[in-house]
């Protein structure tokens, strides 16, 4: 979504979400991790995604991530996933990325309902015994909305964690944070950062405040954490900002 534009969640923010599900029963937490396909030039980057797994594993929390099965991406989900089984995983990827983003030694051939729409051919899907279950989308937008939506529909201290990566990683990070400035969600948005990863990009916040591009109020949109410990927590400790627009979206 263009950062003005529709908004991707079918109500209001303003509407307070159950924390139960229609049956009674208590909504698990769902953490949507944003990271690389690729496992960074130094050991610190894997050991912090395993980590992170672990502790969502210990707290019952539920996975949504970008579907690969390579680098980081590949590693927070298949810790996962031998530690709570492959319902705590829920891979989304575009169909374009399914041949990029795959370890072929982790992949099991499949026909997408996707593909057999379009007239295409087998895919190759990770096998869900090893990362999961992984839903095959049409685009990036469709990917981005529907892991938002889990998040959205969690019990608390759901939110989003993003992990060291590239520029896939940062856009939807970035896109994130104004979908919460914007009004458009009030779920807890925090960047896990290792070995100074993203100092750059915090300074860059500090300096946007200082220079009046973005308000003073809403420097915490993004929070950061030095553990993965401290990032689950800051999740559930999460506070909104006053200063975030209060607009009513999908209503229009």
Known sequence: MAS????????????TPSSLNADGSAKRTKICVYCGASPG???AHLEAARELARLMAANDIELVYGGGTVGLMGEVAKTLVALKGPDSVHGII?????????N????STSTSTQAKAGGGGELAVPAE???GRTTVVKDMHTRKQMMAQEVIAGGPGSGFIAL?????TIEELFETATWNQLGIHSKGICVLNINGFWDGILAWIRKSVDEGFIHGGNANILVEAT??????????EYKV????????????
Not at 4 to 15: L, Y
Not at 227 to 236: E, G, H, K, N, Y
Not at 241 to 252: H, P, Q, R, T, Y
Request: net charge neutral; hydrophobic share 30%.
């Open 94 to 102: 575009p169909e374009a990325l399914v041949r990029y983003e795959r």
């Open 241 to 252: 900002s006053d200063a975030v627009f209060k607009l009513s979206w999908g209503n229009e």
């Open 4 to 15: 003005g534009g529709v908004s991707p969640f079918p109500s209001s923010r303003t509407a």
């Open 164 to 168: 060291s990566g590239g520029y896939g």
């Open 41 to 43: 030039n130094g050991p």
């Open 227 to 236: 553990t993965a410990q401290d990032a689950i927590t800051a999740l559930r």
């Open 129 to 131: 015994s090893v990362f």
């Open 104 to 107: 072929p030694t982790y992949t």
